[in-house]
């Protein structure tokens, strides 16, 4: 029986899931799934949507919703793709889980951690399904270097380092990806650390192991952000109250330690890391380098990490990681939870990983404010939240 599925939030990303994703699993062999509905609080957009996906998919016109509550009462649906602005993920989330309905988010998870952890216990006490849509975590470039780290082909990890202060892309000030509520406490919760840097904390993760600490300095560089027109005048101004930069010292669980930078502005040009992502092993290195993810021992002998998974790893993990030699991170995420939400199991992407991610970027915000060194542990308890608790009480998520 194919998944019935409704996207809830029909803006920039949402594309992005119909024509990487949907459309790649359809043209692949795996499109056991039905886009049902579409549904936005700008309706234009949900219109928008409904007919791009008829002219990708070549499907039925998905029907209309401006509600996310009456989509979930209409039955249509018994999976949503939530694809809204941050701020929205947890009520989207909340009212598809109580009504049993299978759910993945977009990253990042939620506005603060109370909002992902009590999407995690509604999805635990209803039974249904709860996914994060992480597309770096299925990519080949993370699949490969996850599959080294846990080979041991360069030992157990010791120092890891990755990013740098931030993208060419966004400098100096542009409003990131031209939507103003990125920049806007209340709405995106965070800044670069908790948009970007989710989806490098699920990189860390799973190559690092869990992380056990973080110390961190986070900066608002600019006040404001702006849009310009192709002759460079300022179309739009928006102020500006989150994190442009972040830099963090971390602590693993197994004892590793780490340094990460994330950013989406500042002035001139970003700098960083070489390569973007360097680990030392016990026994060698992995480094992203133009050639691809070499890897290198103390004998002074080389490998291309994809070349030795082409070459060594077990055929049938390479198919369950790119069923039908899929690689498209944003077709794979969807794929898994389909599969999670037919199947009655959990994904790998679970909301437990997206909780986790986010629980990073939060554990560096508190820990520039507070001045020390914070643990995961208090983060994911909220038992060190006085940057969240203005949030949490705009949203009705304190105790
Ligand atoms: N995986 C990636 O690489 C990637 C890239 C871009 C964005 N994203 C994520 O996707 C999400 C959306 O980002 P975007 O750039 O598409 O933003 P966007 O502003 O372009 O689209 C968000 C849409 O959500 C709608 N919306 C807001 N509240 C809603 C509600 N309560 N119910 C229904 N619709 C609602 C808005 O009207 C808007 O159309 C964010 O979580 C973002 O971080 C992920």
């Not at 957009?45 to 989509?71: H, K, M, N, T």
């Not at 939507?179 to 699920?202: C, E, M, N």
């Not at 992502?277 to 002074?300: E, F, M, R």
Request: glycine content about 12%.
């Amino acid at each position: 029986m194919s998944v019935r599925v409704g996207i809830v939030g029909c803006g920039g990303i949402s594309h992005a899931h119909v024509h990487r994703g949907y459309r790649t699993l359809r043209e692949k062999g795996l499109g056991d799934f039905v886009l049902r509905a579409v549904c936005d609080v700008d309706v234009r957009r949900a219109e928008a949507l409904a007919d791009y996906i008829v002219s990708e998919l070549g499907c039925d016109r998905p029907r209309v919703f401006a509600d996310p509550a009456a989509l979930v009462a209409s039955g249509e649906v018994e999976a949503v793709d939530c694809c809204t602005a941050v701020f929205a993920h947890h009520t989207v989330a909340l009212a598809a889980l109580e009504a049993g309905l299978g759910v993945t988010v977009e990253k990042p998870f939620a506005v603060t951690v109370r909002a992902g952890r009590l999407m995690v216990e509604t999805a635990a006490r209803t039974g249904a399904v709860l996914a994060i849509s992480e597309n770096v975590h299925f990519e080949p470039r993370q699949r490969i270097a996850s599959w080294v780290m846990e080979q041991g082909r360069i030992g157990t990890p010791e120092v890891i380092v990755m990013g740098g202060t931030g993208a060419d892309v966004w400098f100096p000030d542009k409003i990131v990806a031209e939507t103003p509520w990125r920049h806007q406490r209340l709405l995106a919760g965070a800044g670069a650390v908790l948009d970007l840097g989710s989806h490098s904390f699920d990189t860390l993760r799973t190559l690092g192991g869990e992380v056990a600490q973080v110390s961190a300095l986070t900066r608002q560089l600019l006040p404001e952000r702006v849009r310009r027109g192709h002759e460079g005048q300022v179309l739009e101004r928006v102020p500006s109250e989150v994190d442009d930069v972040a830099l963090l010292l971390l602590t693993f669980a197994n004892g590793a330690i780490g340094m990460f930078g994330t950013g989406w502005g500042g002035h001139g040009r970003p700098t960083g890391f070489v390569g973007g992502l360097g680990i030392q092993g016990s026994t060698g290195s992995l480094q992203h380098t133009p050639k691809g993810q070499v890897l290198t021992w103390d004998d002074g002998r080389t490998e291309i990490a994809a070349e030795l998974f082409e070459r060594e790893a077990d055929p049938a993990l390479r198919e369950g990681w790119f069923p039908q030699g899929v690689t498209e991170g944003f077709a794979l995420e969807l794929h898994f939870f389909l599969r999670a939400v037919a199947n009655r199991t959990q994904p790998e992407n679970d909301g437990l990983q997206g909780l986790r991610n986010i629980a990073v970027s939060y554990a560096a915000i508190e820990a520039s404010l507070l001045g020390r060194a914070v643990t995961l542990e208090e983060i994911l308890e909220s038992r060190i939240s006085a940057y969240q608790d203005p949030l949490d009480r705009h949203w009705g998520l304190l105790p």
